[in-house]
């Protein structure tokens, strides 16, 4: 019996090791770029990586900055942006190590190369407001915490990527083991843009509770919440509704 005890926590251990040294690999998953045509090319150093994309429907006075989800190929929504938005610069820059970026994906990275490349492109628009879908909210709403924008547009949010892990890890201690947590039930209160948040009913990766974990937080600020029917994660843009109320939002 003892020997079995100690073979169980050995296992359990080891484990835990694992997930922990490849923690990022469960992640992030870096997409290859897609191929371009007939849209500005633009990229931004970040100390010394080079963060390359694209500026859809250049030279508006409004711009979109738009922060993907962590499988996502952001070129594959170069069409929509250019259909559903046009009078918006819409910014689509693909994280570190997705696309034609260099360098390896961590949540102090993306934080940083979105003030970054935010502080750079301000300057050029009247305004600018946010779009993050999945992970990319997390990024999105660190943003929104610590610069003045528009609006904030979140699709298929979260509260944490540490209470995501506890659903799927629950037997692990997953608050220890994470280095990349994505904390946005922390930074509401610090938001103040018009805060538009969007749920696909049949979301089968974001648990409905996490997303209204967030929900719960925020005030006056949110706008409104609007539940896609019929929507899972990943084809949430593929239907009229969200069509249709991203553009009342964004309007």
């Given at each position: 019996m003892k020997s079995v005890l100690i073979t169980i926590i050995?296992?359990?251990?080891?484990?835990?090791?694992?997930?922990?040294?490849l923690q990022r690999n469960f992640l992030y998953f870096p997409q290859p770029a897609a191929p371009v045509n007939d849209v500005a090319a633009i990229s931004f150093d970040s100390d010394g990586e080079q963060?390359?994309?694209w500026v859809v429907n250049e030279g508006r006075a409004k711009a979109l900055m738009y922060y993907g989800g962590n499988a996502e190929n952001i070129e594959n929504s170069i069409a929509f942006f250019k259909d559903v938005l046009p009078e918006y610069?819409?910014?689509?820059?693909p994280y570190r190590g997705y696309g034609n970026s260099?360098?390896?994906?961590?949540?102090?990275?993306l934080y940083h190369d979105a003030l970054s490349i935010f502080d750079r492109v301000t300057v050029k628009h009247e305004q600018i407001a946010l779009m993050g879908r999945s992970l990319g909210t997390g990024v999105a709403t660190y943003v929104a915490a610590n610069r003045q924008v528009?609006?904030?547009?979140?699709i298929t949010p979260f509260d944490s990527i540490v209470n995501i892990a506890k659903s799927v890890y629950?037997?692990?201690?997953v608050n220890l083991l994470l280095k990349d947590k994505y904390l946005s039930i922390n930074r509401v209160d610090?938001?103040?843009?018009?805060?538009?948040?969007?749920?696909?009913e049949r979301d089968q990766v974001i648990p409905r509770a996490r997303a209204e974990s967030l929900i719960s937080q925020f005030s006056e600020q949110l706008v409104a919440t609007i539940l896609i029917s019929g929507a899972s994660h990943n084809d949430i843009?593929?239907?009229?509704?969200?069509?249709?109320?991203?553009?009342?939002?964004?309007?």
């Open positions: 050995v296992l359990y251990i080891g484990i835990c090791i694992v997930l922990f040294v963060l390359r994309g610069s819409v910014y689509l820059i260099t360098g390896s994906p961590t949540e102090e990275h528009a609006k904030l547009v979140l629950w037997m692990f201690p610090k938001i103040t843009a018009p805060t538009y948040i969007f749920i696909a843009s593929q239907y009229r509704q969200y069509i249709t109320e991203l553009k009342r939002a964004l309007d």
